[in-house]
């Protein structure tokens, strides 16, 4: 238990629906991420979000969409994906500023789109 | 780019000490070395991390060598739940970009 909570665990869908990922940390940090994890390739950084502002967008397609209403949540809207957007997808969170940044990850929603 | 370069695998007998080995030739003087694991279809746990000075916690030690230019992780007596993949990882302090490589997959075995 890492104080990151993800859902769903597991997601199918079919090319033309939406759906939404959900991020919960109940770490008090500030900074929130989404992360890629497709087989057999290394975690990839999609979005983060600092101190509730987006910062970082690492060339992701508008099929994904981050939203961060406060510092505990994070959302990952989804639609019309593509059967190569299947994957892991992992949310972490960490401090701003302080002595410590490491992140701390959830357990991941495992996509599948078909 | 990971910009750190690590076994692709290892293998260790349980009960023993797992050294872990990661170059990282090309490190900045404000660069931290993180080590992080992964447990199958689980999210990366974060180990420990260093800068110049040896480190040791309730997991692992890492050890830095004076120049800077390579670390290794040592887990003290490893169990079968230490069966993962490990990644070293620079990273400067407060960045908030973690760039993770292929890793190392450690497997112990009993």
């Known amino acids: 238990e890492t104080g990151v909570t993800q859902t769903p665990r597991h997601l199918v869908m079919g090319m033309t629906n939406k759906k939404s990922l959900k991020c919960e940390q109940h770490?008090?940090?500030?900074?929130m991420y989404w992360y890629k994890q497709s087989a057999k390739k290394p975690l990839e950084l999609m979005f983060v979000?600092?101190?509730?502002?987006?910062?970082e967008n690492n060339s992701v397609p508008s099929r994904f969409s981050p939203e961060c209403p406060n510092s505990s949540h994070l959302f990952l809207h989804l639609h019309t994906l593509q059967p190569e957007d299947s994957a892991l997808y992992l949310c972490?969170?960490?401090?701003?500023?302080?002595?410590?940044?490491?992140?701390?990850f959830g357990p991941g929603t495992r996509l599948t789109v078909t | 780019d990971a910009k750190t370069t690590q076994p692709p695998s290892m293998d260790c007998a349980e009960g023993r000490a797992a050294n872990l080995p990661c170059n990282h030739s090309?490190?900045?003087?404000?660069?931290?070395v993180y080590w992080y694991r992964q447990i199958h279809s689980q999210g990366p746990q974060y180990i420990i991390h260093?800068?110049?000075n040896n480190e040791t916690n309730e997991m692992a030690s890492l050890i830095i060598t004076e120049d800077r230019k390579s670390s290794t992780l040592i887990l003290p007596h490893a169990t079968l739940r230490d069966t993962a993949v490990y990644y070293c990882i620079r990273q400067i302090q407060g960045a908030q970009k973690l760039v993770f490589g292929q890793g190392t997959r450690l497997t112990i075995n009993p």
């Open positions: 972490a969170s960490s401090q701003v500023y302080g002595a410590s940044y490491e992140q701390y």
């Open positions: 770490l008090g940090h500030n900074a």
């Open positions: 260093g800068l110049k």
């Open positions: 979000y600092s101190l509730e502002e987006r910062v």
């Open positions: 090309t490190i900045s003087g404000n660069e931290y």
